[in-house]
């Protein structure tokens, strides 16, 4: 069975203070979840307190996104590097706000994910169409293409712990959440994907993770479809009591299969 995550990205939320007490809450209320993984990923300027107040603990840290190169005249960037040595163990990579606002495409996103990688951290590629796109029936081609480029060239050693998050667009920060079905139904193209470019072993491995409006409302339905393997969680993971309640129905629900 793959053991479930359940990421918090903080999206440009939350200063040092407010983080480091958001962080002390979740790490205070969640120290018994042992049968998930919790990560969070605040924003570059919190990561190096929180870094250092979640050394010894569960938790893991992310970054929100990193750049490709090592280091050099790249003025605003921050690279993978860089986020290992403040303790990250995860980077999202490619989430819809950078792809949409930042001009981000499947081949930056293939840069970026080599150089997690390369560096040991685990990327969370994010993939997932717009509303016109669901519309036009285009979501399979979109999730396909977004998956095929972005990773062009790994292979399955590369890739390692690598998590793939489906976050339709049109479900990110709207309220608006795809139905369990429809999440299940795109979860199963991924993973049927993965199979055919790598080996069936490889995609029963790899843990999908829904995004787009995810509450404790709706938590305990969507985990429970069988390739969805737990969630990016955007608004609900800035108030401690809504993450941790959807880290603890996602707990009951793997306790129960
Ligand atoms: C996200 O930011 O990845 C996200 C899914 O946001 P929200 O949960 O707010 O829709």
Request: aromatic share 8%.
């Amino acid at each position: 069975m793959r053991r479930p995550i359940i990421a918090g990205n903080w999206k440009m939320y939350k200063d040092v203070n407010e983080a480091v007490e958001l962080a002390n809450s979740i790490k205070r209320a969640a120290f018994d979840m042992d049968n998930v993984d919790i990560v969070i990923c605040p924003p570059f300027t919190d990561l190096s307190d929180i870094g250092e107040m979640l050394v010894e603990s569960a938790i893991g840290l992310g970054a929100q996104n990193c750049f490709w190169e090592k280091e050099g005249a790249f003025t605003g960037e921050v690279s993978a590097t860089m986020l290992k040595s403040v303790g990250c163990q995860y980077v999202i990579i490619g989430h819809s706000e950078r792809r949409g606002y930042f001009g981000e495409t499947d081949g930056t996103v293939n840069r970026k994910l080599r150089a997690a990688v390369d560096n040991d951290l685990i990327p969370i590629m994010c993939v997932g169409e717009t509303l016109e796109e669901r519309e036009a029936d285009k979501t399979p081609d979109v999730v396909r293409t977004q998956v095929t480029q972005g990773l062009k060239g790994f292979d399955e050693d590369h890739l390692g712990q690598m998590v793939i998050a489906y976050e339709p667009v049109w479900a990110i920060g709207t309220g608006r959440t795809a139905t369990p079905e429809q999440a299940q139904e795109v979860h199963v193209m991924i993973r049927d994907l993965i199979r055919e470019l790598y080996s069936g072993s490889f995609a029963e491995s790899k843990r999908i993770l829904y995004g787009g409006s995810v509450k404790p409302e709706n938590a305990g339905e969507l985990m429970k479809q069988e390739d969805i393997d737990g969630g990016l969680i955007g608004g609900a993971s800035l108030k401690a009591d809504s993450f941790v309640d959807i880290i603890k129905t996602t707990s009951r629900v793997y306790e129960g299969r």
